[in-house]
């Protein structure tokens, strides 16, 4: 049973340009969030992806943007790229309880993305 | 959404257990708590949760008073490769989930 998958785990882009990263929930998860984790920090929450609407969003520019598609799985994207978007890019999944509760959260190892 | 206060980091010995204690002073009722650790360049890892009281599984123990305003990960007799960074989370019931905060975690360093 695949845990969380994500794609690629490296990317190096240049100042001004888009990326867009991939992932793919654990079997049995409807429900994506996604992290940024800058060197030395805890990830910080991007948005979050159920029914594949966005429902949860943190503090995070208009730049950065979601999709996720009918199979759960989900990219993220990120326009016009700042030196200060280098980080790693965390995918998280689970799934939502009939207790009202998210189950934990199944992380993927993450995509290491550095602008130039 | 709870904020929660941890020590930056902490050292410990291979054998002894270690305790790393989390505040979380405005829980609110419906929230529970959670831990994950973290090796470098991997995402977080779930260790453990709960409501109130203790819980145990095969790799830690959580303890919870009752005003729930702090929690206590204990890891019995740690090995060198529990180093590691150690983060609590408070979660809220339903949709808000996500928005958990993971702050800076506890870097929690085993030495031989």
């Known amino acids: 049973d695949a845990g969380v998958t994500q794609s690629p785990t490296h990317l190096i882009k240049t100042r001004g340009q888009q990326v867009t990263l991939r992932c793919s929930p654990k079997?049995?998860?409807?429900?994506v969030s996604w992290y940024q984790q800058a060197l030395g920090q805890g990830p910080q929450f991007i948005f979050q992806?159920?029914?594949?609407?966005?429902?949860q969003r943190g503090n995070f520019p208009d730049r950065f943007s979601g999709h996720q598609f009918p199979n759960y799985s989900s990219e993220l994207n990120v326009n016009a790229l700042l030196l200060g978007d280098s980080a790693l890019y965390l995918c998280?999944?689970?799934?939502?309880?009939?207790?009202?509760?998210?189950?934990?959260?199944?992380f993927g190892n993450g995509t290491r993305l550095t602008v130039t | 959404l709870a904020k929660t206060t941890q020590p930056i980091s902490m050292d410990s010995y291979e054998g002894q257990e270690v305790n790393i204690t989390c505040s979380h002073n405005?829980?609110?009722?419906?929230?529970?708590i959670t831990w994950y650790q973290q090796f470098p360049s991997q995402g977080p890892r779930f260790i453990i949760q709960?409501?109130?009281t203790k819980v145990t599984n095969e790799v830690a123990s959580l303890f919870i008073p009752a005003d729930r305003k702090s929690s206590t990960l204990s890891l019995p007799r740690v090995s060198l490769s529990d180093t590691a960074v150690y983060y609590c989370?408070?979660?809220?019931?339903?949709?808000?989930?996500?928005?958990?905060?993971f702050g800076d975690g506890t870097t929690l360093t085993v030495k031989p």
């Open positions: 709960g409501y109130k």
């Open positions: 079997s049995g998860h409807d429900t």
């Open positions: 405005n829980i609110a009722t419906n929230d529970y």
């Open positions: 992806y159920y029914e594949e609407e966005e429902r």
């Open positions: 998280a999944s689970s799934a939502l309880q009939g207790n009202g509760y998210n189950s934990p959260l199944h």
């Open positions: 989370l408070v979660v809220p019931k339903g949709t808000n989930a996500g928005k958990s905060t």
